[in-house]
């Protein structure tokens, strides 16, 4: 061995005893830190841990020499602490909080697995295999004639028209082009088929097998989930614009919006009802990173579950104009990035209810909260009605209802004689190019905003969205940042840090 070399290691061993020394003593003096000790059990938290990170940064410096500070004080002092000796308060704290830590870790991966959110490891193949086995297959066949008929407004029982009859008679317009409809009886006898409000059903023509509609029910099986995001979409309902003026429940656009017709453009939907917070931007990206947050979620979710062409339509769509994703209002265009979601039944649990996930797959850009939402007459009801779309599947999550399908408020695809009884925690798809509707529910117009009959969220799209985003990116872009955001929007990627269970799948 060289003199150089010699040297060097006496060095670099004078330097290591220096360090275990000094860690020694910042054990020691952590240990007679009542405070700092119960920071250290409570360190899955964020404000414990930035505590503990900052005493332990105070400590290195008083203790460690200038070429032996740590880059992560808190990773090296929990690695000393396991190597080493240290008080036994010390290691009882440290104890609490490796077991918080590790409870954290699996309630996140009891979430990716059950959820599917690592989608990128469930083949179509495999997702297809597990719709045919969980779901009811039921052909159905093209009615000569529409049921319920087209442009009415479905009434379930004579008690439900009765309550509905002179609200759509004589009730207000806001918009008198929308015009009136009238009311109609339904006879259920007249259905082809009636998806039950316990049974996942997928809807195929008789005559070419083709995907016709489809129910999912029991979606998300995390409850706590489902409890955090129904809490955000009624926080929602305080301060957000409701779309619909003649409606008397509320529906609000969540993510990007394409403006109004006489006044288009491409920004995150400016529709907050104070002043005093749209000029709050600490609010305003807690906000947008919220709701994008739940989009992202029912998104992944959706990749690891839905039927395959379902998929297809929005990504074709998605990717044949290189639109954007919601990305958290950051002005952001990855199609890949973060997202926190809040579980409910962590609370009280010892580690924190928000979890993380990363490079994950970020949604479509436009999406709708729904509460108690009505098309001139009904709570989450709208008349039987076609609209214009730009991809030829449409999703909605049916997060909360409390009522079951008796009290009104099931959906209709109309060619096909179908009903859906509506439930909470469901999944519906359907081609909003065919005909289809929600029937009125058993409640008066008035007392529709004093109960909370329905909370929703769909994936909805303009059809001029795409058009402005083009718009958007030849009047802010050069040709060389316009071919750099297609070529990452164009890209896939996916959050595949965990596996999936497929028996919980």
Not at 151 to 171: D, F, N, R
Request: charged share 25%; hydrophobic share 40%; with cysteine.
């Amino acid at each position: 061995m060289t003199r150089s070399r010699a040297s060097k290691k006496a060095a670099e061993a004078k330097l290591a005893a220096i360090k275990a020394a000094g860690w020694a003593a910042i054990a020691q003096a952590f240990g007679q830190k009542s405070g700092l000790l119960e920071d250290l059990a409570h360190a899955v938290f964020h404000e414990p841990r930035l505590r503990v990170i900052q005493a332990l940064q105070g400590l290195a410096c008083r203790h460690l020499p200038g070429n032996a500070q740590p880059r992560d004080p808190f990773a090296e002092f929990i690695g000393f602490c396991d190597r080493n000796p240290v008080p036994p308060m010390l290691g009882a704290k440290i104890y609490i909080f490796r077991t918080a830590r590790d409870a954290y870790a699996a309630h996140r991966k009891k979430i990716v697995a059950s959820c599917c959110l690592n989608h990128a490891a469930v083949t179509e193949e495999m997702r297809e295999k597990w719709l045919r086995e969980h779901c009811d297959v039921v052909e159905v066949e093209k009615l000569p004639q529409q049921y319920p008929p087209y442009a009415h407004w479905v009434c379930e029982s004579e008690a439900i028209q009765k309550l509905w009859e002179k609200h759509c008679q004589t009730g207000k317009l806001h918009d008198r082009r929308g015009g009136r409809f009238p009311l109609f009886l339904l006879d259920h006898g007249k259905l082809q088929h009636i998806a039950r409000h316990d049974r996942s059903t997928l809807y195929v023509d008789k005559a070419d097998g083709s995907l016709i509609a489809f129910v999912i029910r029991d979606w998300c099986p995390q409850p706590g989930i489902i409890k955090g995001i129904v809490e955000s979409v009624l926080e929602a309902r305080g301060y957000k614009k409701n779309v619909r003026l003649d409606d008397p429940g509320w529906i609000s656009h969540v993510g990007i919006t394409a403006g109004a017709r006489h006044q288009p453009g491409f920004d995150w939907a400016r529709n907050l009802t104070s002043k005093k917070l749209e000029q709050d931007p600490e609010f305003i990206q807690n906000l947008r990173f919220r709701e994008s947050s739940i989009c992202a979620f029912f998104w992944n979710m959706a990749k690891g579950k839905l039927p395959s062409e379902v998929l297809r339509a929005y990504e074709d769509y998605l990717h044949k104009n290189f639109m954007p994703r919601m990305g958290g209002g950051t002005g952001s265009y990855v199609k890949l990035g973060n997202y926190h979601l809040h579980d409910c039944a962590a609370e009280g649990a010892g580690y924190p209810g928000v979890f993380e996930f990363e490079a994950a797959e970020l949604a479509p850009p436009s999406a709708m909260f729904s509460i108690n939402y009505s098309r001139y007459v009904s709570a989450f009801s709208i008349r039987i009605h076609k609209e214009g779309c730009p991809h030829k599947w449409t999703i909605s999550w049916t997060l909360d209802r409390p009522e079951g399908p008796c009290a009104g408020g099931n959906f209709f695809i109309t060619e096909y004689g179908i009903m859906i009884e509506a439930a909470g925690n469901s999944v519906v798809g359907w081609q909003p190019g065919r005909p289809h509707g929600t029937s009125l529910r058993e409640v008066h117009p008035a007392d529709q905003e004093k109960v909370v009959l329905e909370v929703g969220l769909s994936f909805a799209t303009s059809p001029r969205l795409a058009k402005q985003w083009q718009r958007y990116m030849e009047a802010n872009f050069s040709a060389e940042m316009r071919e750099d955001i297609e070529r990452e929007l164009g890209e896939g990627g996916y959050d595949t840090d965990e596996g999936v269970d497929m028996d919980k799948f």
